[in-house]
């Protein structure tokens, strides 16, 4: 039977959650020959993606990424409405101005290239 990333991120987190860090080393050599031997080497960035987003979830923690022309945005807060924000900060050379903000599947962009996104679009 084969396994979708998410189910691998979610096996993950249950097969390392409260496990010592020895522990935790043996576990993730064991899940990295599991992964070759099933030929799915390449679902290893999801799978830790998925891993991570169950951690937060479980911590009750949500992730959020600021991503801007420079990298130093410091806009979120670290709390919002009692829940913590496990923020990322993000240099995205693509963005010549502006900034956008991801909090959970919320997303917030308010950057050059959107406006001239909209400005194209109000045009046609």
């Known amino acids: 039977m084969k396994l979708n990333s998410k189910q691998y991120g979610l096996a993950l987190y249950k ?15 064991a899940f990295a020959r599991f992964l070759f031997s099933n030929g799915d080497t390449s679902k290893v960035k999801d799978v830790v993606r998925f891993y991570d987003e169950t951690k937060l979830k479980a911590e009750g923690r949500i992730r959020s990424r600021v991503r801007s022309a420079y990298g130093d945005e410091n806009v979120l807060p ?17 963005l010549v ?21 909209d400005l194209k679009t109000a045009l046609s």
């Open 78 to 94: 670290r709390h919002m409405h009692g829940t913590e924000l496990y923020v990322e900060q993000e240099k995205d050379p693509n």
């Open 15 to 29: 097969l390392t959650h409260r496990k010592s860090e020895h522990e935790m080393k043996s576990i993730l050599h």
């Open 97 to 117: 101005a502006g900034i956008t903000v991801d909090v959970g599947d919320l997303r917030i962009e308010n950057s050059i290239d959107k406006r001239l996104r």
